[in-house]
């Protein structure tokens, strides 16, 4: 990830304010970088590309672009490792959705969040049931689902959720 | 005994109904009184990606429909759990609540803070609990060696729990096993994600992640895994036969849910109460050792 050097003329001073000025954020403030986030995160492990750490510090020196558009930042488990751990009690998880809040505005969501949002306006649930399983429900005396989206898509409308397209979208 | 709003979540009536099936007769044998409430949608938790205020609404919206009925929520999906807790740690701040509610009002809502989340493990074990199950067992399991995995949301943030678990050192199923006599089994990757969270992002990861613990539990007599969530299941038992091909493996490791098990120990029917036909990876062997 980030391959290339970037000078620090390119940085956004106005980032990290930007990131920590949403409550669910601020605790990044905190962050000594000590990597504890990163050494219990199951997904590191298996992709070391994905690093708590380093994203949480170009959030701080400001690297706006770089972080928004990774990829990376929607490969979190939401497995709260992170948080478990963090000696300064910083919510990695909870700073990773506001990031991701932040780059789905700016166009950079993948299309599977965007398609679940669209469903979720349909049945309500993030899913729509095949054939197979209603019969199963019916043979297995399970009473049938109602799959109503209408309020769904009325929350989804409040919050302007369903606005966002995704990077993959074109 | 006691009386709760079953919330199903999105993954288990439409794709395991079998968790459902088990949840609903345990239940009924312990006198656990489940409503079903045909609003409750999604929990949210996959909507925070898009927008934290989509999916904290959703989360209110489900917590708002439950309370006025005057019900707790029992949960069946870790996630789901995990997700409504939270909501509920974060509603506590007036300013937030108000602001929800303000929003809620639009759909006919509104939401006090009255209720409790509680997962179904979490119901057995605390208002069942472990000697009322021990005495209610009627067929031996001691011969069945099972590895618990716990599922990240039903431990995690601790804060949204009320200290009802460790997380780094959790003992809950270790327990409930242990009650219907079977043996649960330690393991190192005891606590790894199952990474159902990130399937829809990247099957890669999940595949990896899938392969480590399935990995790890080889060479270790193991019957089966024992879970107690629809997506950390689906993860390690249809993942399973695609890890076996992607990487050549020949896994074959029966995925169990803990109602299951503990339906089996009570003597439930194994396909008609228990759903158990319907599992990718075939329990014949651990019905077997069962007596």
């Known amino acids: 990830m980030f391959k290339q050097p970037v000078s620090s003329s390119d940085f956004d001073r106005n980032f990290r304010s930007e990131v920590t000025e949403h409550p669910d954020a601020s605790g990044l403030s905190a962050c000594f970088s000590c990597g504890t986030c990163t050494a219990g995160c199951p997904i590191h492990e298996v ?68 398609k679940q949002t669209e469903q979720v306006a349909k049945t309500g649930i993030v899913f729509s049931i095949e054939e197979k399983w209603v019969k199963k429900r019916e043979e297995l005396s399970l009473p049938s689902l109602k799959l109503d989206g209408k309020k769904a898509k009325k929350i989804i409308e409040l919050t302007c959720a369903d606005k966002i397209k995704a990077r993959d979208s074109e | 005994m ?37 609003d409750f949608i999604c929990c949210g ?20 429909l439950a309370e006025a009925k005057g019900l707790d929520i029992l949960t069946l999906c870790a996630a789901c759990t995990g997700a409504l807790a939270e909501a509920i740690e974060k509603l ?49 399991l001691s011969d069945l060696r099972v590895a618990p995995h716990y599922g990240c949301h039903y431990l ?30 330690n393991y190192e990757t005891l606590n790894l994600c199952c990474g159902g969270k990130v399937f829809p992002v990247s099957e890669d990861l999940v595949h990896s992640l899938v392969q480590k613990k399935l990995d790890n539990l080889k060479n270790k007599r193991i019957d089966a895994m024992v879970l107690q969530c629809q997506t950390c299941y689906l993860m390690y038992s249809d993942r399973q036969k695609e890890v076996n091909k992607k990487y050549g493996k020949q896994y074959n490791l ?32 651990v019905l077997e050792k069962i007596t």
């Open chain 2, 156 to 185: 995690k943030p601790k804060s949204a729990f009320e200290g009802f678990e460790e997380p780094d050192n959790p003992k809950t199923l270790h327990r409930l096993i242990s009650a219907i006599g079977a043996q649960p089994v």
């Open chain 2, 45 to 64: 938790i996959n909507q925070v990606n898009l927008s934290i205020e989509a999916g904290l609404l959703m989360a209110t919206m489900n917590l708002a």
């Open chain 2, 92 to 140: 506590k701040d007036k300013a937030i609540k108000d602001r929800v509610n303000e929003k809620l009002r639009d759909i006919g809502l509104e939401y006090k803070g009255k209720v409790k989340v509680k997962h179904i493990s979490r119901v057995l074990y605390e208002d069942v609990g472990v000697e009322k199950i021990k005495r209610e067992v009627k067929k031996d």
């Open chain 2, 254 to 285: 029966p995925i169990i849910l803990y109602p299951q098990l503990l339906g089996l120990a009570l003597g439930a029917d194994p396909a008609k109460n228990l759903g158990l036909n319907l599992h990718t990876v075939a329990v014949d062997k």
């Open chain 1, 47 to 114: 992709f070391p590309e994905y690093n708590p750490r380093k994203l949480a510090k170009m959030v701080k020196l400001g690297m706006r672009k770089q972080v928004l558009s990774s990829p990376y930042i929607w490969y979190c488990a939401t497995c709260h490792n992170c948080e478990q751990h963090c000696p300064q009690n910083v919510k990695f998880f909870n700073v990773l959705n506001v990031l991701k809040n932040m780059a789905a505005k700016e166009g950079y969501a993948p299309s599977c969040w965007i």
């Open chain 2, 2 to 38: 006691s009386k709760y709003a079953l919330f199903l979540g999105c993954t288990t009536p439409t794709q395991v109904p079998q968790y459902e099936v088990s949840v609903r007769w345990v239940c009924k044998y312990f006198g656990i009184e489940l409503i079903d409430i045909e």
